[in-house]
């Protein structure tokens, strides 16, 4: 019977956070099996993410030319790479219809700091070493970059990830972009190399950011040192209406995507979540937070 409940709660699933390929980093699967795989689980949308280049280009061409039964996604990511922070490459993504900017992953300062000893996010090759980025000067105010970007979020309506900054960095990027009109916020796996405690989720979730908790902590690698209780902590720290879980998925090594889902799902019911609560934390939450209702409704209106 579990089974069966985990299966019936995947349908209309959303993935904001799918690592497939190509990618300088190992992957276990393309983007087009992801589809395949999400399309064969009733997912409703999945999110492509790549450190290292935008997948909107990609994206808009699968929608042209194998057309998916599910949304595809896409979204900004201000490395090294795109050219750290990068107003023309943000421009160029919501042109092309990016709905997520985040700010930088594995070139924030703070994931460098973390890679000291242990190289997070390997490529299959040596690459050249990251130039170290932060969104804040020595002084602690927000870069004029970082506001004019803001801006343009704002202006697109569009999703701000916190990447992987600190949460000290986290804080006045926020409390920013709020005054500056943007209204969709998230902070990725935010109990994994951002630094928020309880506490920390708990007023971000006050001031309305969703938190993504990531399936390949609990089902992939990591998992011996995610236990079922950390789960718990971290849901209820910032609540289910707060709470999204995405994959994080499409690493060599780990389950796909779907799998991680499924994983987690299993644990959410064991823990003693109703499928109403587990359907806003890997749906519906997704959703509001990325406006896909409110898409998909201006598209049948224009048609």
């Known amino acids: 019977m579990t089974d069966n409940r985990i299966e019936a709660l995947l349908v209309g699933a959303i993935d904001l956070h799918c690592h497939s390929g190509p990618s300088v980093m190992p992957r276990s699967l393309n983007h087009v099996e992801a589809i395949e795989q ?14 290292y280049y935008s997948v909107a280009p990609v994206a808009a061409l699968l929608k ?13 990511p201000l490395n090294n790479t795109t050219g750290g922070l990068n107003p023309y490459a943000v421009e160029h993504g919501f042109k092309l219809g990016a709905r997520i900017v985040w700010m930088p992953t594995f070139s924030a300062a703070n994931h460098i700091r973390h890679s000291h000893r242990r190289q997070f996010l390997p490529t299959k090759e040596t690459m050249l070493a990251p130039r170290a980025l932060t969104v804040v000067d020595d002084r602690g105010a927000l870069l004029d970059d970082v506001l004019f970007i803001l801006d343009q979020i704002a202006a697109y309506d569009a999703i701000l990830s916190a990447g992987h900054l600190h949460i000290s960095e986290i804080w006045p990027l926020f409390t920013e972009a709020k005054k500056r009109g943007v209204k969709r916020l998230l902070v990725n796996h935010p109990t994994f190399l951002i630094g928020a405690g309880a506490p920390d989720m708990r007023e971000l979730a006050n001031m309305g950011a969703y938190l993504e908790h990531s399936c390949c902590m609990w089902a992939g690698v990591q998992g011996k040192n995610y236990t079922a209780q950390s789960l718990d902590d971290a849901i209820k720290a910032g609540g289910v209406d707060n709470t999204i879980i995405g994959s994080d998925l499409g690493q060599v090594g780990n389950p796909t995507p779907v799998e991680g889902f499924r994983h987690v799902i299993g644990m959410c019911i064991e ?4 499928d109403a609560e587990i359907r806003k934390m890997i749906s519906e939450n997704a ?6 209702d409110e898409v998909q409704g201006l598209s049948s209106a224009a048609e």
Do not use: M, Q
């Not at 823990?271 to 109703?274: A, F, I, N, R």
């Not at 959703?287 to 896909?292: A, D, E, I, Q, W």
């Open 38 to 51: 999400a399309e064969a689980a009733g997912l409703r949308a999945v999110l492509f993410k790549d450190h």
């Open 271 to 274: 823990l003693g979540y109703s």
């Open 287 to 292: 959703s509001r937070l990325v406006g896909l």
């Open 64 to 76: 042209e030319t194998i057309n998916p039964k599910i949304e595809l996604l896409t979204g900004v």
